[in-house]
């Protein structure tokens, strides 16, 4: 057990020494193999009495991104030109950062930085990958590493499903979330309400993962790496077995986890991904699979499954009541604080004292916190990002079309948890996201005559992951 400490320690030093060395690609590193098991490393290692540890562990992955920040800062060579999409970005930190100096709301300045942490540190996710030297990173690699990852999730997740054991039950995972975030064991199974479906319901796996909705949102990363991996220039699918295996560990995965946000997302990143690259026999065979699925559903299935989907469907099961009345409570706080409650007021600081206002949902999170201007700002950023990655997924080639595929996929895919959970909770997805944005955004706008910044490839690295690729324009 004591493995996963051991390894989330050992990708963490090798991603420090890289960056120390100049080999920013540590990060990266970091980001796909530690922070899946970020959770369990933490929970066994207090299991194993070495909860002095914790508050070192927990601040690992913001030492790789900050270090490794600094790095690709003080690598530029001249002045970065700042675009659009930066200086939202910027204007959002900004702004969330006036809400840690005002005298606003009940929370110390302490939990004020922790909350500001939690809805903001994705900015510092995003510079890091916006400003990282391009000849230092090989897309292809990074993707295979993260359906890599995919594998030994759903390997671990067939054996709980199999014994119907939940993992967590023998990492410590319920001493650990009391001991450092107060919250009592909750459910049925000693562990909290989200590793089961409904009151006593089927229960949800989490692997490694943090738990089973950080699981599930762990796949859709896996299934959006495989079609950036899968799409070539032309309309041919590259398909290998190692890629046919992480789909199906992925499907693996997205089963028992049982996260009905992210199984919804999960099918909507294929559906998306047949449609922009107008595979009309997938959308035929999706269709009809869809249809075969619901008659099954329908007339067929029965007991507490079908009783969990129609539950879901209608709003009258236990959870899904619960999102209604978090979403109605966080709106009707906003509408009497349109600027916000101040930070802490939802989500997780509040979330620890019992008092949340609002939650399930991680557009009210924001705006119960630094309101509408906040809010606002974030639905900007996600929503320019989607646009000019549908652009550059339809006018670009090579790893630039493959980039802007994988981040529009997992936005799109994201959507719906983004509705129903605080989804900046779910690190693995949160920092992947972020930081292959502003990838995207570096390849976007940095043309094949503008790379005086950039040193020669790697040894071994393919010629065409070194081709930036896009025109240096504004949005």
């Known amino acids: 057990m004591f493995v996963f ?34 959770i ?3 929970s066994v290692a207090a299991l194993y009495d070495f909860k002095q540890w914790g508050p070192f562990l ?42 840690v100096l005002l005298p606003l709301g009940e929370y110390g300045f302490k939990d004020k930085l922790i909350a500001l942490k939690s ?85 949800r796996f989490a692997s490694f993962f943090a738990n089973p ?43 028992f986890a049982l996260s009905r946000a992210s199984f919804a997302s999960y099918f909507l ?20 699979l869809a249809g075969v699925a619901a008659v099954f559903a329908l007339f067929f299935l029965s007991g507490d499954l079908y009783e969990f989907i129609i539950g879901t469907l209608n709003f009258t099961n236990s959870s899904s009541a619960y999102h209604i009345i978090q979403w109605v409570e966080g709106i009707q706080a906003i509408i009497s604080k349109p600027l916000g409650h101040g930070l802490g007021a939802s989500g997780r600081i509040s979330a620890m004292l019992g008092s949340n206002i609002g939650g399930e949902n991680q557009l ?5 916190q630094a309101g509408i201007i906040a809010l606002g700002l974030y639905i900007a950023i996600y929503v320019t990002v989607i646009r000019l990655a549908l652009k550059m997924s339809m006018e670009k080639k090579g790893r630039a079309k493959k980039i ?32 292959f944005t502003g990838i995207m955004i570096n390849i976007k706008y940095n043309s094949d005559g503008d790379r005086s910044r950039y040193t020669r490839p790697e040894v071994g690295q393919d010629r065409t992951e070194n081709n930036p690729g896009g025109a240096l324009q504004t949005i």
């Open 5 to 38: 400490p051991i390894i989330y320690l050992l990708v963490f030093a090798i991603a420090v020494f890289r960056v120390l060395k100049g080999k920013t690609d540590g990060a990266i590193l970091f980001i796909i193999f530690g922070l899946p098991i970020y």
């Open 40 to 42: 369990t490393s933490l």
């Open 58 to 99: 927990q601040g690992c992955k913001e030492i790789v991104i900050l270090l490794t920040l600094l790095a690709v800062l003080f690598s530029i060579k001249k002045k970065p030109k700042l675009y659009l999409i930066d200086w939202l970005y910027i204007g959002y930190l900004g702004y969330i950062l006036l809400y």
């Open 119 to 203: 809805v903001s540190f994705f900015t510092f996710i995003y510079f890091t990958g916006r400003f990282f030297d391009l000849t230092k990173i090989n897309l292809t690699q990074s993707f295979h590493y993260i359906c890599l990852v995919a594998i030994p999730a759903a390997l671990l997740v067939l054996v709980e499903a199999a014994t119907y054991t939940h993992f967590q039950t023998m990492t410590g995972y319920a001493d650990y979330m009391f001991y450092f975030f107060n919250q009592d064991p909750s459910g049925h199974h000693g562990l909290n309400w989200t590793f089961e479906a409904e009151n006593d319901g089927p229960k």
């Open 213 to 255: 909705l950080d699981h599930a949102a762990g796949t859709l990363v896996s299934i959006a790496a495989i079609l950036a991996l899968v799409t070539t220039n032309s309309q041919k699918i590259k398909m290998n077995n190692f890629i046919i295996a992480a789909f199906v560990c992925s499907l693996c995965s997205i089963v």
């Open 269 to 288: 990143i294929i559906y998306v991904y047949a449609f922009i690259t107008r595979r009309k026999q997938w959308l035929s065979y999706f269709y009809l």
């Open 364 to 368: 009210i999170i924001i705006a119960v």
């Open 404 to 435: 802007a595929l994988f981040i529009l996929l997992l936005k799109i895919g994201m959507i719906i948890p983004y509705l129903t959970a605080e989804a900046e909770s779910y690190l693995y997805i949160g920092y992947i996201t972020s930081f």
